[in-house]
T-cell receptor, first 113, second 113 residues
């Protein structure tokens, strides 16, 4: 049990389709982070929320990506018109600051074919 | 911004051998430092962390000491086991602002019986 539930665990989609992932922290956290991990690389920051507000977006987050955290609890990450380069593991973390446990969900593995 | 440079892999050892995986960081101020482990087919797990200079993080026989003078956080284990085979990631985070984690590229460790 990682304290964070991510769904789906795996998603295979055709190029050009839209996909949506969900992250549900088990307990309340002010912040929530999304990271992306491509094969053979370390995770890279995508975006984060402070409550409902999306405060920072990485350059990796193109216009095809949108993230929400409508009630300050769970979050969704949508990718429109998927491309093969979007194939990666998408990770969610409730808190990643210096004084936190900085734990991650199991991730959603996206494969675009 | 912060960056982390990690020893390139892969690393292959025999069981009971000594392990060192090098990690150095650049940051403004004094970041907190982490080691994560990713077993095959699984998500990221926090292995250990250190939040200030000279702190030693330890867990499951692994250790790493925060060395400000050399900006390093090398991971060590005195006697590795086959079950330690995994990918290891070094990461840093600075207090304030987004407090997002910055990861190294990862080092794949294979331990043979």
């Amino acid at each position: 049990d990682t304290g964070v539930s991510q769904n789906p665990r795996h998603k295979i989609t055709k190029r050009g389709q839209n996909v949506t992932f969900r992250c549900d922290p088990i307990s309340e956290h002010n912040r929530l982070y999304w990271y992306r991990q491509t094969l053979g690389q370390g995770p890279e920051f995508l975006t984060y929320f402070q409550n409902e507000a999306q405060l920072e977006k990485s350059r990796l987050l193109s216009d095809r990506f949108s993230a929400e955290r409508p009630k300050g609890s769970f979050s969704t990450l949508e990718i429109q018109r998927t491309e093969q380069g979007d194939s990666a593991m998408y990770l969610c973390a409730p808190e990643t600051g210096p004084n936190t446990e900085a734990f991650f969900g199991q991730g959603t593995r996206l494969t675009v074919v | 911004g912060n960056s982390v440079t990690q020893m390139e892999g892969p690393v292959t050892l025999s069981e009971e051998a000594f392990l060192t995986i090098n990690c150095t960081y650049t940051a403004t101020g004094y970041p907190s430092l982490f080691w994560y482990v990713q077993y095959p087919g699984e998500g990221l797990q926090l292995l250990l962390k250190a939040t200030k200079a000279d702190d030693k993080g330890s867990n499951k026989g692994f250790e790493a000491t925060y060395r400000k003078e050399t900006t390093s956080f090398h991971l060590e284990k005195g006697s590795v086991q086959v079950s330690d085979s995994a990918v290891y990631f070094c990461a840093s985070v600075s207090q304030g602002g987004s407090e997002k984690l910055v990861f190294g590229k990862g080092t794949k460790l294979t331990v043979n019986p």
